[in-house]
């Protein structure tokens, strides 16, 4: 059993014998027992950890209930997102103050140049879910999805309450004359995705297998048995996850497949509920694409699947293929609407009845592009794709850079606005409207920030790294203006799957602004944020270009006078944990502290174990180091469970950053686990370093669901990082 711990001795996780053997060679684990969640003392030293955790931050417990108190001072606790138009109603969330869970309502819409409803909910209001209500009693709570009925009358949604991303699925009558109890039934285990008939007898929905990989669509008709539920269609490549939704004009459910490097999908008339899926383009190797589908506004002839592909790209182009081509597979049934650009990376394509929208990013930095298409009475052609777009296209202005723009809730095909999104490190996000027409911009809202928030005290800018082999790595920096620099710095990290960190704000990161420290993202390769090729440059065997990316972004903040020698702290979660982890091992001299959350640190043992939920998907990813001898042995020079050490390369003892750690016991994505053994095993190498395990013991993933307790987390967080950076007081 671990030992009893006290704020100056941490717990001890026992070493029991264990040799892991691949390609000839052998690892001794002896922290490999910690996987078994069903033993006593795996539990036993869980807790343990979590309670020295909580002695050992004890000194900081005023300093972290200040930290809450002020983030929750700066956010409007009641407060309503910007309602959605979607046929007769405005659909929206709200929240109230004290409650940790969102309000699901929506309310009556006007005409068609109404704006969006603001202000109180009034009387007109119908709550649709109240997930306070749905979460008395639970200790975690989450909805999966949730999905309002064609003809509004129903509404579909799905909840957790383990954090093991398993979901059971309820409906609930939204009209007054529907007879109570008409679908009572649960569906149980279901995974993310829903998607509604035309005629609302019938609902699509995933099933998960043994590995928590969404392989199954399956059909349940509304008011029956779940257990007469049918099988639509089975994933057996286990490469592959499956999803589903509808598209935005509603005419088909979208059945997606997709592995890390190849998609398919497949579709399904939303009339025709029980027609076969219909394979829109065949799969191949390599080869990915999304669909989305539009009918022209006013113009006969039918609608068209537009299709966002890699193929012959690398940084995508747009295809188009009227319906009657569905299920063809002729060389000549799609055809090219948007050429591929090299260097700017189409990350979404919309469809709307006047209009394909484009998402695009290039030199780190997004945009949206609006394309209008041939359509309505008087046009000389029934084809909508017959103009040069790109010639007609405009740019919806963006703030100065660093800055992210995004196209926002846009439910409605044939709308005359746009939803737009904006925000930078410094300015709080805003919801616009943006005319098609004349590109008219109203400001339907900017997140509030109470208190004496002015974002003229801040400032924003770009800088360069340069890492070994020449590439410039960009880095966004914020900070208060007229700080006196170099100063304590916060580096924050991810460089996995082409996940962008793009510029934004946040309220909680004014609790380190206001104190001095400068807060900078480090755009590594691995995310999106330079395209295509950032991305290819990033994973697989060019991975360790992630680490020293992340490595040349804090050496040069600090050569060039941003943040302070010996005053550093990094920061990432999962695939970002990673990252955090092998810098600690390759570079832990520059820096102060290290925070990881539920980090990914023991890659090469779970990825070798093709039985643990999402291993063989992440293959594409990573490496297969089970079946390539090359990649087992690229993955260990950089796996920081496998690296750590209890000395430098000069033979003195290693000390490594301040780690503060967390976990979740029901993690289906990174299991508590890594991070648990990452900590053991740091504790016997390397005693004096100051290390920290904080594991949610009823959460997964994404920490505690309910919104005060994420604040709280995220205060020990900065508290700690503060901490360690010698700040307490705002500056």
């Given at each position: 059993?671990?030992?009893?711990?006290?704020?100056?001795?941490?717990?001890?996780?026992?070493?029991?014998?264990?040799?892991?053997?691949?390609?000839?060679?052998?690892?001794?684990?002896?922290?490999?027992?910690?996987?078994?969640?069903?033993?006593?003392?795996?539990?036993?030293?869980?807790?343990?950890?979590?309670?020295f955790?909580?002695?050992?931050?004890?000194?900081?417990?005023?300093?972290?209930?200040?930290?809450?108190?002020?983030?929750?001072?700066?956010?409007?606790?009641?407060?309503?997102?910007?309602?959605?138009?979607?046929?007769?109603?405005?659909?929206?969330?709200?929240?109230?103050?004290?409650?940790?869970?969102a309000?699901?309502?929506?309310?009556?819409?006007?005409?068609h140049?109404?704006?969006?409803?603001?202000?109180?909910?009034?009387?007109?209001?119908?709550?649709?879910?109240?997930?306070n209500?749905?979460?008395?009693?639970s200790?975690?709570?989450?909805?999966g999805?949730?999905?309002?009925?064609?003809?509004?009358?129903?509404?579909?949604?799905?909840?957790?309450?383990?954090?093991?991303?398993?979901?059971?699925?309820?409906?609930?009558?939204?009209?007054?004359?529907?007879?109570?109890?008409?679908?009572?039934?649960?569906?149980?285990?279901?995974?993310?995705?829903?998607?509604?008939?035309?005629?609302?007898?019938?609902?699509?929905?995933?099933?998960?297998?043994?590995?928590?990989?969404?392989?199954?669509?399956?059909?349940?008709?509304?008011?029956?048995?779940?257990?007469?539920?049918?099988?639509?269609?089975?994933?057996?490549?286990?490469?592959?996850?499956?999803?589903?939704?509808?598209?935005?004009?509603a005419?088909?459910?979208?059945?997606?497949?997709?592995?890390?490097?190849?998609?398919?999908?497949?579709?399904?008339?939303?009339?025709?509920?029980?027609?076969?899926?219909?394979?829109?383009?065949?799969?191949?190797?390599?080869?990915?694409?999304?669909?989305?589908?539009?009918?022209?506004?006013?113009?006969?002839?039918?609608?068209?699947?537009?299709?966002?592909?890699?193929?012959?790209?690398?940084?995508?182009?747009?295809?188009?293929?009227?319906?009657?081509?569905?299920?063809?597979?002729?060389?000549?049934?799609?055809?090219?609407?948007?050429?591929?650009?090299?260097?700017?990376?189409?990350?979404?394509?919309?469809?709307?009845?006047?209009?394909?929208?484009?998402?695009?990013?290039?030199?780190?930095e997004?945009?949206?592009?609006?394309?209008?298409?041939?359509?309505?009475?008087?046009?000389?052609?029934?084809?909508?794709?017959?103009?040069?777009?790109?010639?007609?296209?405009?740019?919806?202005?963006?703030?100065?850079?660093?800055?992210?723009?995004?196209?926002?809730?846009?439910?409605?095909?044939?709308?005359?606005v746009?939803?737009?999104?904006?925000?930078?490190?410094?300015?709080?996000?805003?919801?616009?409207?943006?005319?098609?027409?004349?590109?008219?911009?109203?400001?339907l809202?900017?997140?509030?920030?109470?208190?004496?928030?002015?974002?003229?005290?801040?400032?924003?800018?770009?800088?360069?790294?340069?890492?070994?082999?020449?590439?410039?790595?960009?880095?966004?920096v914020?900070?208060?203006?007229?700080?006196?620099?170099?100063?304590?710095?916060?580096?924050?990290?991810?460089?996995?799957?082409?996940?962008?960190?793009?510029?934004?704000?946040?309220?909680?990161?004014?609790?380190?602004?206001?104190?001095?420290?400068?807060?900078?993202?480090?755009?590594?390769?691995?995310?999106?944020?330079?395209?295509?090729?950032?991305?290819?440059?990033g994973r697989?065997?060019?991975?360790?270009?992630?680490?020293?990316?992340?490595?040349?972004?804090?050496?040069?903040?600090?050569?060039?006078?941003?943040?302070?020698?010996?005053?550093?702290?990094?920061?990432?979660?999962?695939?970002?944990?990673l990252?955090?982890?092998?810098?600690a091992?390759?570079a832990?001299?520059?820096?102060?502290?290290?925070?990881?959350?539920?980090?990914?640190?023991?890659?090469?043992?779970?990825?070798?174990?093709?039985?643990?939920?999402?291993?063989?998907?992440?293959?594409?990813?990573?490496?297969?180091?089970?079946?390539?001898?090359?990649?087992?042995?690229?993955?260990?020079?950089?796996?920081?469970?496998?690296?750590?050490?209890?000395?430098?390369?000069?033979?003195s003892?290693r000390?490594?950053?301040?780690?503060?750690?967390?976990?979740?016991?029901?993690?289906?994505?990174?299991?508590?686990?890594?991070?648990?053994?990452?900590?053991?095993?740091?504790?016997?190498?390397?005693?004096?370093?100051?290390?920290?395990?904080?594991?949610?013991?009823?959460?997964?993933?994404?920490?505690?669901?309910?919104?005060?307790?994420?604040?709280?987390?995220?205060?020990?967080?900065?508290?700690?990082?503060?901490?360690?950076?010698?700040v307490?007081?705002?500056?």
């Open positions: 059993m671990p030992s009893e711990p006290d704020q100056h001795t941490p717990p001890v996780a026992p070493r029991h014998p264990h040799v892991i053997t691949a390609h000839g060679d052998e690892r001794q684990d002896p922290w490999f027992w910690l996987r078994d969640r069903e033993d006593p003392e795996v539990l036993a030293y869980l807790e343990a950890e979590n309670a955790t909580e002695t050992a931050t004890a000194p900081l417990a005023g300093f972290r209930d200040a930290l809450f108190e002020e983030m929750k001072a700066r956010i409007k606790e009641t407060d309503m997102s910007v309602p959605a138009r979607r046929g007769p109603w405005w659909y929206y969330t709200r929240t109230e103050e004290g409650k940790s869970y309000i699901h309502c929506r309310r009556p819409a006007r005409g140049d109404e704006l969006p409803p603001a202000g109180e909910p009034g009387e007109e209001e119908q709550i649709l879910l109240d997930e209500a749905e979460a008395a009693g200790e975690y709570f989450a909805v999805s949730a999905a309002v009925s064609h003809d509004h009358r129903w509404l579909a949604y799905s909840t957790d309450r383990a954090g093991d991303e398993k979901y059971e699925l309820r409906f609930r009558p939204l009209d007054a004359d529907i007879v109570p109890g008409t679908a009572p039934e649960v569906v149980p285990e279901t995974s993310y995705g829903l998607a509604w008939s035309a005629g609302t007898d019938v609902i699509f929905y995933v099933r998960m297998d043994e590995a928590q990989r969404p392989h199954q669509l399956w059909r349940h008709r509304l008011g029956s048995d779940p257990a007469g539920d049918e099988l639509v269609y089975e994933e057996t490549d286990r490469r592959f996850s499956l999803g589903t939704g509808s598209t935005r004009d005419a088909f459910v979208l059945v997606g497949l997709h592995s890390t490097n190849t998609s398919e999908w497949r579709a399904i008339p939303s009339a025709e509920p029980l027609a076969a899926p219909t394979v829109v383009m065949p799969r191949r190797e390599g080869v990915e694409y999304a669909v989305d589908h539009l009918t022209p506004a006013a113009t006969p002839g039918g609608g068209w699947f537009v299709a966002l592909t890699n193929d012959d790209a690398r940084d995508f182009r747009v295809l188009a293929a009227p319906d009657s081509e569905l299920g063809s597979h002729e060389p000549g049934a799609w055809r090219e609407v948007i050429a591929h650009r090299p260097g700017v990376r189409i990350e979404d394509v919309d469809a709307f009845a006047g209009a394909l929208v484009l998402s695009e990013r290039a030199e780190a997004t945009r949206v592009q609006v394309l209008p298409l041939r359509t309505g009475p008087g046009s000389p052609s029934t084809d909508p794709f017959a103009d040069d777009l790109l010639a007609a296209g405009w740019i919806v202005p963006a703030p100065a850079s660093p800055s992210a723009s995004w196209l926002g809730a846009n439910p409605e095909p044939d709308s005359p746009l939803r737009i999104g904006r925000t930078t490190m410094v300015t709080p996000s805003s919801v616009l409207q943006v005319r098609l027409d004349d590109r008219a911009e109203t400001l809202k900017q997140e509030p920030v109470l208190g004496d928030f002015d974002a003229d005290r801040y400032e924003t800018y770009r800088e360069w790294a340069v890492a070994p082999d020449g590439t410039r790595v960009p880095i966004s914020v900070h208060r203006k007229g700080l006196a620099l170099p100063a304590p710095c916060v580096l924050y990290g991810y460089g996995a799957y082409e996940m962008s960190i793009d510029p934004s704000f946040s309220h909680h990161r004014l609790s380190l602004l206001d104190r001095g420290v400068v807060y900078a993202i480090a755009h590594v390769r691995g995310g999106g944020e330079m395209g295509r090729a950032w991305y290819e440059d697989m065997e060019h991975k360790a270009n992630t680490f020293s990316d992340f490595i040349a972004c804090a050496r040069h903040v600090t050569e060039r006078g941003i943040a302070r020698a010996g005053a550093l702290a990094g920061r990432g979660g999962s695939a970002g944990g990252l955090v982890g092998a810098v091992n390759q832990p001299e520059l820096f102060r502290a290290l925070v990881a959350q539920v980090p990914f640190v023991d890659c090469v043992t779970t990825m070798l174990d093709d039985e643990l939920p999402l291993t063989v998907g992440e293959w594409e990813e990573w490496g297969n180091p089970l079946a390539d001898e090359a990649a087992y042995f690229r993955m260990l020079t950089y796996s920081p469970y496998d690296n750590v050490s209890g000395t430098n390369p000069d033979g003892d000390l490594y950053p301040d780690l503060f750690v967390t976990a979740g016991l029901t993690d289906p994505r990174v299991a508590y686990w890594e991070p648990a053994k990452w900590v053991a095993k740091i504790r016997a190498l390397s005693p004096a370093t100051r290390v920290l395990l904080r594991t949610e013991l009823g959460a997964g993933h994404g920490g505690p669901s309910g919104r005060y307790d994420a604040w709280k987390e995220e205060a020990m967080v900065l508290a700690f990082l503060l901490d360690a950076l010698g307490r007081d705002p500056g």
